[in-house]
């Protein structure tokens, strides 16, 4: 499993769990904006901090998150 911190780029993240941004959206809606152009677009520099600022949840939260989803899919 990946480590996954604050600085962790999404498009890593997302390289490696490419099933991801269908669960970040069935989460949050608003993870919705990663599967538009504009989305595809603005997540080449985000990190998960940036992340965390866009939806308003706490990096410990997402990051909480994120892991549950990876460890539900086996990976």
């Known amino acids: 499993?990946?480590?996954?911190?604050?600085?962790?780029?999404?498009?890593?993240?997302?390289?490696?769990?490419?099933?991801?941004?269908?669960e970040l959206i069935r989460m949050d809606g608003r993870f919705g904006i990663i599967k538009t152009p504009i989305g595809k677009m603005m997540i080449k520099n985000a990190t998960?901090?940036?992340m965390c600022?866009?939806?308003?949840?706490?990096?410990?939260?997402?990051?909480?998150?994120?892991?549950?989803?990876?460890?539900a899919h086996g990976q």
Do not use: C, F, H
């Open 1 to 22: 499993m990946m480590e996954i911190n604050g600085s962790t780029r999404l498009t890593d993240i997302l390289a490696q769990y490419p099933w991801l941004p269908d």
């Open 48 to 50: 998960v901090t940036d």
């Open 53 to 71: 600022k866009k939806t308003g949840l706490s990096e410990k939260e997402l990051i909480s998150k994120l892991s549950e989803m990876v460890q």
